[in-house]
């Protein structure tokens, strides 16, 4: 990553202000070299997860891939995109792969700094809509440029998450299919949906370290009504650490080694899940159907979730808490209906429980991919999580 | 009670008998072999029907013009059935003659069926009451039928009442009669669970009724699927600061049409045709507009002609903020004290 003067951007070099102590260490300097090397060099759609694992062989760096979901099927209208402080160039485009330089400013120790750093988007083969960004730039450039930068891009970039049983699942598949003799879990954010008061419940962020293995880790964070916002663990065999590896709900990974393996097991699992969701959000609002008939989705859960009257308070609270958007409770017990408009973009929907084991969404006469997503998500992630389906009504 | 406790009950009251409504008419539309809805039953609401000239004229002597049945179905044989929802009946029992009065009024040779010729073979005539009245109003009827109520074509009275288990469900009854369908009357002789949760497409998409909803549900109704639809097209819209207002130009006239055709139950049979009016009708939402002028959402840009500009904005909750706005209003709170009625 580089702060470059404006004629210097085609062929950057580091330049570096006084403000920017952070990157004249040693490590940034030689970092920077690599990433210079890296840049230079040509990298096409099937090389390039190689070429970026040939350079965690011989670096301390750490690949990020970040899968998202896109209205259209290219994402050359990044270039020249402005979201902030930040500005996408695209800088190459071959095939599916794209080549990106960012530039973005940030306070940093009360100083307006500007940075400058790449990173690619690779078009999923199968899936068009699907895309993965990737970087290897350090943590700064991710948390600061990137990932706001493709946040901002809301709705036309979605970002997904990934369900907790579905995290533990990957995590497992990725130790048996390798073989891997240990994970240990280093570095775990968990949110904790705890109780306030009588009705009012909040999502409670935690930072741990708990040295857990994955199945001690994931049983806690579940006893304690949670989910991981990431976690963090290594790989290794009795001897020796083969990689960390990060893993977000959003699934976004972050790698220093077996990069091939990570995209493998969970970037394309994610990405087939961005696929499906794409698939099952779609064309669900009334509008979208010739007779304006309805097209809900069903939130399945395996216990009997709503037995007690006191879970409707729960969930109504919970939906309550949702930001942007408006709830009206129509009905609260014994059976929960809701209204709800998402102020990004319009949508409305009908919320049900009549069920002690289904929330039933009903997107109404607008209802984007997009705001589908946010609703689930919201539940997910304030409420509970459960299996998501189409639902087949009108029958008695 | 509290004014807005008192619009909880009077939602709830008009969202009852629309359920009741659509389960009771899915009896007939529904095609338990097939497990699709049948496309050859006709179902309505709401439309008016032109009396025989035998009852053109009515008991105190004035004419009627025509009748509004809450329900209609007509069947692929030819044949029909009309009826009135009532979810409360006024203490004092000689009001309770209107409403018979009124299913008297079906009982006819009546024209505007929506088929060739607008007539039919025959017709059942159906009371669907909520069950905590059934008894009640059975008695009444026995006691009176050979007298003051009489029925020519098939009468039955069904009752209704929401209940949970696992499951939320409608539960209809027969509580006297029989009707003509014998698949449908077998059913509802021993009594039928409907369960809610199979419904929930269709109570999302028919959300007003012949019959004036509450000012905030009606209130409410329009903002989210009217106004902010209308609004969610303006680019400022998902920039829109808390206290920032889109102006939306609107008339009565678009929001009756809109509601009619989205949120009526011209969803379960589209026709456009004189006798089937719009749903809602042109004074309740002429009421609402004036709420939202008189709450300062919205101004008359032309009153006579039913335009006006609505400042949209952000709400937290659309119909809290409707019930906090009619809960302050002294016209409507007058209007609850007068329909609260304790038996009903």
Not at chain 2, 139 to 165: H, L, T, W
Not at chain 2, 180 to 189: I, K, N, P
Not at chain 2, 276 to 297: N, T, Y
Request: proline share 4%; with cysteine; net charge neutral.
């Amino acid at each position: 990553m580089t702060s470059t003067t404006k004629s210097q951007q085609d062929h950057p070099v580091a330049v570096y202000s006084d403000s920017q102590e952070r990157l004249q260490s040693p490590r940034t300097v030689k970092a920077l070299n690599f990433l210079d090397a890296f840049y230079r060099a040509k990298h096409g759609q099937d090389g390039l997860l190689a070429d970026l694992s040939a350079v965690l062989a011989s670096e301390t760096a750490d690949v990020r891939l970040i899968p998202f979901g896109c209205e259209q099927e290219s994402v050359e209208w990044f270039d020249q995109r402005c979201k902030g402080n930040r500005r996408a160039t695209l800088v190459e485009r071959k095939d599916r792969l794209y080549e990106f330089r960012l530039d973005f400013s940030f306070k940093h120790a009360g100083h307006e700094t500007s940075q400058t750093g790449r990173f690619f988007v690779l078009q999923h083969p199968d899936y068009p809509n699907v895309f993965i960004a990737l970087t290897l730039e350090p943590s700064v450039f991710f948390d600061r440029g990137l990932m706001p930068f493709l946040s901002g891009l809301y709705p036309k970039v979605l970002l997904t998450f990934v369900a907790h049983k579905r995290l533990r699942r990957l995590i497992e598949d990725f130790k048996s299919q390798g073989n891997y003799q240990k994970i240990i879990i280093t570095r775990a954010s968990q949110r904790l949906r705890c109780q306030n008061g009588s009705n009012s419940e909040h999502v409670m962020p935690m930072v741990s370290w708990p040295n857990m293995s994955l199945t001690e880790a994931f049983e806690w964070v579940r006893q304690n009504n949670g989910w991981f916002q990431s976690i963090e663990f290594e790989i290794g065999d009795s001897e020796r650490t083969l990689a960390t590896i990060s893993i977000t709900r959003q699934g976004i990974v972050k790698a220093n080694a077996l990069l091939q393996r990570a995209y493998e097991m969970f970037t394309l699992p994610v990405c087939k899940t961005i696929h499906e969701n794409i698939t099952l959000f779609s064309r669900r609002a009334r509008l979208a159907r010739p007779d304006l008939s309805t097209s809900p989705l069903a939130i399945e859960f395996d216990t009997d979730m709503f037995s007690e009257v006191e879970e409707n308070k729960r969930l109504i609270q919970a939906m309550r808490n949702m930001k942007t958007a408006s709830v009206s409770v129509l009905h609260g017990n014994p059976y929960v209906h809701l209204s709800v408009l998402d102020y990004f973009d319009g949508s409305a929907f009908d919320i049900w429980v009549l069920d002690y084991r289904r929330i039933i969404l009903v997107p109404q006469l607008k209802a984007t991919v997009p705001a589908i997503k946010r609703i689930i998500n919201h539940v997910f992630d304030d409420y509970a999580e459960g299996k998501l389906s189409s639902y087949q009504g009108n029958g008695q | 009670m509290s004014t807005e406790r008192r619009f909880d009950d009077e939602i709830d009251n008009y969202s009852d008998s629309l359920f009741a409504i659509i389960g009771f008419v899915n009896f007939y539309r529904y095609d338990d072999r097939s497990r699709t809805m049948r496309t050859d039953v006709k179902v309505f609401q709401g439309r008016r029907l032109t009396p025989s000239p035998a009852k053109a004229v009515n008991g105190n002597g004035q004419s009627v013009e025509w009748v509004t049945p809450d329900l209609g179905v007509l069947l692929s044989t030819g044949d029909g059935v009309l009826g009135e929802v009532k979810q409360s009946f006024p203490a004092d029992q000689n009001h309770w003659f209107d409403t018979f009065d009124q299913l008297m009024s079906y009982d006819d040779d009546l024209t505007g069926w929506p088929c060739p010729g607008e007539k039919v073979t025959s017709h059942d005539v159906v009371l669907l009451l909520h069950q905590s009245r059934a008894v009640a109003v059975r008695k009444f009827y026995e006691a009176n039928k050979d007298g003051r109520i009489s029925f020519v074509r098939p009468f039955c009275m069904v009752e209704y009442n929401r209940s949970n288990q696992s499951q939320a469900y409608i539960f209809f009854r027969t509580v006297t009669g029989t009707l003509s369908d014998s698949g449908v009357d077998q059913r509802l002789e021993v009594g039928v669970q409907v369960p809610m949760e199979k419904l929930t497409g269709t109570y999302s998409a028919i959300k007003i009724w012949d019959s004036e909803p509450p000012l905030p549900y009606l209130l409410a109704v329009i903002w989210e699927h009217v106004i902010n639809f209308k609004a969610s097209e303006d680019l400022k819209y998902p920039v829109l600061k808390k206290r920032q207002k889109i102006a939306v130009e609107v008339s009565v006239s678009e929001i009756m049409d809109e509601l009619h055709t989205r949120f009526s139950f011209n969803q379960l049979n589209p026709v456009a045709n004189d006798r089937q009016p719009r749903i809602p009708k042109q004074e309740w939402v002429q009421k609402a507009c004036d709420k939202l002028v008189s709450v300062g959402h919205a101004e008359w840009t032309n009153r006579s002609e039913g335009k006006l500009k609505v400042r949209f904005t952000r709400l937290d909750s659309v119909l809290d903020h409707f019930k906090e706005m009619c809960a302050g209003d002294p016209a409507t709170n007058a209007q609850l004290t007068l329909f609260e009625n304790p038996a009903s």
